[in-house]
């Protein structure tokens, strides 16, 4: 294991110099951030917000090097590293330096007649050592969001980037260290092994984002140290399209949702859910909207990415034959290349309907309605969002009432997660616990109940 710290040497004392430090064990790690923890130390409003603020200061001097790493690790275009990392991750940063006085400002509650003269509030208090689990796919927004709550709750933190985007793993361990408390923040680099080692510590809250599989292991291991989980998940997010929308404008909007980041992102449309006529309008639609985003050859566009490694690579190959390709199809090991892909009459036993897609393949389901719509995303795992395009205010309000999401967006894939002032989070498979702006705080703290008699 790797952990990074920019410590000064006299911190080093008791386990040899500088260039011959063992590294560090997991146990020693929280031990450490522990003890800074019970000193109090990163309780004060200036500690939360100094952090925020040289957290601000490292993506905005190192800017750069964070979009390389993106770029190395998923051909990211720098449009994309800045507009759904850097910034995205400064914008949290922003709302919460703006806000944090307020939401931290302790709640007044009545209390009953019997305790006439008493007064009840409820505070947040920190929780302690936290630990964040982030994935490759967003590796330094998903990373730093939630550390964003985390520092911004009063919490010691040890962040563990994903070891799939090891360019941008390694950037950040290199620089937070240079920017915050290392006595109360550190990274550790690595895989399955350091991951388990880690969990095997007692932590005050474990935030996961990543697949369900690794979910359940996280939870398990909480559960040996009754450590509460957020867990943030995936799953297959459906897209329904009405038959009263415009086929150009709703292809538009799609396929900017879909075939950002090459797919590869949680809360991307996994398939539409329409009716044959609209599906037939809905065809060269996206055709023309994939042509208009990355040109005839999206291979040679420098907006588009890559996929991640050969595993997904050969995964997603795989499902291309599970439906008739509209556009795309094709893809280039060697590059990790997969273009941009609409897959007609796909039927729902098809390989691609069977599990969340996570790349560039968006399959079109037909149905006859709405009902049957509905009935087909209720008899599905519960989806981290839900998409619908419709004029309709009464088919709007049946798929609020009548579904259940981590999130629902009417016109616009992706945009939820972008209000700072909405939790962002799963519901059943897709998740538990929610975040992003004072949710955050909610979610790394305590609201303590407090109880303060007349005197006696
Ligand atoms: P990943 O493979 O990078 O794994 C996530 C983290 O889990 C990594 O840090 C990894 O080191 C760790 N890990 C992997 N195996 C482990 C094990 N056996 N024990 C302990 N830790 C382990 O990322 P992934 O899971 O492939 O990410 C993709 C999934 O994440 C998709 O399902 C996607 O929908 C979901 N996702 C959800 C969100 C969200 O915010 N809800 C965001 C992004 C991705």
Known sequence: MRTSSKRRPTHHRDRGTMHHTAPEQPADVVARLRATFRTGRTKPAAWRTGQLRSLRAMLTEHDGELVAALHEDLGKSSYEAYRTEID?????????LDHLADWLRPEPAPVPPHLAGATAWTQYDPLGVVLVIAPWNYPAQLLLAPMVGALASGNAVVAKPSELAPATSAALARLLPRYLDTDAVAVVEGGVPETTALLAERFDHIFYTGNA???RIVMAAAARHLTPVTLELGGK?????????????VAARLAAGKFLNAGQ??????????DPRTARALEPALTRAVEALYGSDPAASDAYGRIVNERHFDRLTALLGSGRAVT?????????????TVLADVDPGAPVMQEEIFGPIL????VPGLDEAIAFINDRDKPLALYAFTGSEETRRRLASET????????LPLAHLTVSDLPFGGVGE?????????????????????????SA
């Open 88 to 96: 995205f991750t400064i914008r949290e940063i922003d709302h919460t």
């Open 213 to 215: 599989t690794v979910g």
């Open 237 to 249: 997010s459906p897209v329904f399209v009405d038959r009263d929308t415009d086929p150009d404008a």
């Open 265 to 274: 992102t949680c809360v991307a449309p996994d398939y539409v859910l329409t």
């Open 328 to 340: 795309g199809g094709d893809g280039d090991r060697a590059t990790k290349y997969i273009a941009p």
């Open 363 to 366: 399959p079109i389901v037909t």
């Open 404 to 411: 259940s999401s981590g999130g629902l967006g009417f016109g």
């Open 430 to 454: 897709s998740g538990m616990g929610r975040y992003h702006g004072r949710y955050s705080i909610e979610t790394f703290s305590h609201r303590k109940a407090v109880l303060e008699g007349p």
